[in-house]
DNA sequence: TTTACCATGTAAAATGTTACATGATTAG
DNA sequence: CTAATCATGTAACATTTTACATGGTAAA
């Protein structure tokens, strides 16, 4: 259940709204590595949380704007605390661009334009991502800990160092095709006879 | 539905069986940015995607060890080519570590050394991937493209990065707390009065 | 006055994991 | 002979997103 810490991670900020924290996942979430959440996992979830006792609501405004502004209890704090004690486990990353670069090869040979396409628009989020990061690093605006500008540092300097590797892809593929480093078993030739294969094979269907 | 693009893409290197296929994911899909996959999914995708013409069955040992085989037909191959055509979503990254850095002075302030430990667990971890990830690399055993070769370089050269990064911070938290870097609206000193009045209240109630 | 933003909520669908059941083969 | 590995499959559960419904407020 990872929605639940963000949940409690965010109030421990600072006192919020669900509204409020969709807003905090979606300015520092991506970033900081707690991915996206939605309105439909977050209001369920506060509801079950204020149920359990790790929140409760400090305010709400019936009139007009309808704002629910949730606290953390003592159990709350404590679940929080208790969560960051465990050791974290490491992440399981599902990168399209790697899966294709992975799969590149055998399903989609010769069209290297097309990839230095996606490595392009990769290097351009990846730049966008980094300005946004600067900005609130240095807007002055943001509370920075110490571990968190530790954090910070990282990150960016990793966003960095993927658009450096972006680049020397793309500078990789604008020269000619080589021949594959290794290939004990010609799985390469022999994945080109299969293909070649099966659309002899359909043709034939017709 | 990511399952299906990875068990195309590795029925795409050679036929294969679902374990088969659950094999590569084990060995090589952690580093190569494919995540995890189970039986669970595997099998019934496996079946759907036959149904769907995208696959079929090219041998199936029904004596003994029942073993079935999957090969590519020619949907299948286009169906992967139109996947690797469509550009590639930013990655979300939901890291444990990285949440708990941004979490840490709030939920758990003081307890630097928990938090040492966290980092020099996962840069063993880190450690233990980068040398899997040269042994195949190494082995002459594993097919390696131009491409994939490509790939390859940046993950190992990003494992090092990463690795490099978890021990600067463990150094940092070697040395003794510093004050946040920027703290404008004095939110880290409300955060532990709100921690301090929350346990108050909750003391009332026994 | 209309667009953008603030604000909460639910139901259905998608996607996946965990846990179980079953059984063959191989290596020590 | 027994543990590990090979091999397939299902059902229940968990988690989360998508799409919808509803309505207030502020700025252009």
Redesign the pocket.
Do not use: A
């Given at each position: 259940?990872?929605?639940k810490h963000i949940l409690l991670g965010v109030l421990s900020w600072a006192p919020n709204?669900?509204?409020?924290i969709k807003?905090e996942v979606e300015y520092y979430g991506r970033e900081l590595g707690w991915?996206?959440?939605?309105?439909?996992?977050i209001?369920?979830q506060?509801?079950k949380l204020e149920h359990q006792g790790f929140i409760k609501t400090e305010s709400a405004e019936e009139d007009?704007?309808?704002?629910?502004i949730y606290e953390l209890t003592a159990k709350g704090w404590r679940e929080l605390s208790n969560w960051l004690e465990q050791p974290p486990v490491f992440p399981e990353v599902r990168d399209e661009l790697l899966m294709k670069l992975s799969f590149w090869d055998t399903g989609k040979p010769e069209d290297r334009e097309l990839l230095m396409d996606h490595l392009e628009l990769r290097r351009k989020e990846t730049k966008q991502m980094l300005h946004h990061f600067e900005q609130w690093s240095t807007n002055g605006y943001s509370a920075i800990s110490e571990i968190g500008g530790l954090e910070m540092d990282y990150l960016k300097d990793r966003l960095r160092f993927d658009m450096e590797w972006y680049e020397r892809m793309i500078r990789q593929l604008e020269r000619p095709p080589t021949s594959p480093r290794q290939d004990p078993r010609g799985l390469f030739k022999k994945a080109s006879q299969r293909k070649k294969h099966a659309f002899s094979e359909s043709k034939d269907m017709t």
């Open positions: 259940m990872s929605v709204s669900g509204y409020g807003s991915g996206r959440v939605s309105f439909g996992s209001y369920p506060l509801k007009g704007r309808k704002t629910k």
